[in-house]
């Protein structure tokens, strides 16, 4: 666990009502239009007005504690709770999440694809942002809910060279399937565990998809369709949008910010 970071904004004037702050959250990312895997926006509610507010990429217990331990009013985060599928019971390691956020008083806001999805503070946009990446557009144009993205490098560059800059970024060595002197001229990426999309991705003609996280299949699928793929970390590709977003909200209602980060090996 690493202390929180970036805190811009160290005197803030007012506090800001909650549901003003989830209710720009969800204007600005849009998210009744997303058919989601959880509830985006409010998910657990806290003290009523928010002055400090800690980001994350994931409302796992640890993150918790270090929100509490910095005294923030909220934590805004990309995963929360909630998802499809799973069991209902509050109980074990869900009551122990639930029972720490209900005790401090502190709530709990999550935005999963809106924040994947938005052009400018999204995980795709941010990541796309960080690594220079000109031309972006759409891998899915058709799809209104589509995450991904397409984007030329700002001069050719072999995969070695495109997986030193990523590994620059993210501070970690990607995995890599395809030869390391290839020419990389296009790519398309998409955060997270959105490896699916590589055939997305070969159709399209480019020569490189990133994404967070491999499966079996992924390798085959690359040296079988002649496209090299990147999978460079699902919490580390997804670590940008929940700080643009946090960045973002400090700014227009003048709260102090931190972010955790919390490392995930996946």
């Known amino acids: 666990m690493m202390p929180p970071s970036q805190t811009p904004t160290p005197d803030p004037q007012m506090p800001v009502a909650l549901q003003d702050l989830v209710r720009?959250?969800?204007?600005?990312?849009?998210?009744?239009?997303?058919?989601?895997?959880?509830?985006?926006?409010?998910?657990?509610?806290?003290?009523?007005?928010?002055?400090?507010?800690?980001?994350?990429?994931?409302?796992?217990?640890?993150?918790?504690?270090?929100?509490?331990?910095?005294?923030?009013?909220?934590?805004?985060?990309?995963?929360?709770y909630f998802w499809r599928g799973e069991a209902p019971e509050v109980v074990g390691m869900k009551r122990r999440?639930?029972?720490?956020?209900?005790?401090?008083?502190?709530?709990?806001?999550?935005?999963?694809?809106?924040?994947?999805?938005?052009?400018?503070?999204?995980?795709?946009?941010?990541?796309?942002?960080?690594l220079g990446f000109q031309d972006v557009e759409p891998l899915d144009r058709e799809d209104p809910q589509s995450v991904g993205n397409i984007g030329k490098l700002a001069s050719p560059m072999s995969l070695d060279a495109v997986a030193a800059q990523v590994q620059a970024l993210t501070d970690r060595e990607p995995l890599v399937i395809g030869d390391?002197?290839?020419?990389?001229?296009?790519?398309?990426?998409?955060?997270?565990?959105?490896?699916?999309?590589?055939?997305?991705?070969?159709?399209?003609?480019?020569?490189?998809?990133i994404s967070g996280e491999i499966s079996e299949p992924t390798v085959h699928t690359a040296r079988e369709l002649g496209i090299a793929y990147m999978a460079a970390g699902h919490h580390a590709t997804e670590r940008y949008g929940v700080q643009a977003l946090a960045a973002s909200l400090a700014e227009r209602f003048d709260l102090e910010w931190s972010f955790i980060d919390c490392d995930n090996p996946v």
């Open 180 to 209: 390391g002197q290839a020419a990389i001229e296009q790519v398309a990426w998409c955060t997270g565990a959105a490896q699916g999309y590589i055939d997305k991705a070969a159709a399209a003609g480019v020569q490189l998809y």
């Open 24 to 80: 720009h959250c969800d204007t600005t990312l849009e998210s009744p239009r997303f058919r989601d895997y959880c509830p985006n926006g409010l998910q657990v509610e806290g003290r009523a007005q928010v002055v400090r507010l800690a980001a994350a990429v994931t409302a796992n217990q640890s993150v918790l504690e270090a929100a509490i331990a910095w005294e923030a009013d909220a934590l805004i985060v990309h995963h929360g």
């Open 97 to 130: 999440r639930l029972k720490t956020l209900l005790d401090s008083d502190m709530s709990l806001l999550a935005y999963h694809l809106p924040l994947d999805a938005h052009p400018v503070l999204g995980n795709n946009a941010r990541w796309g942002q960080l």
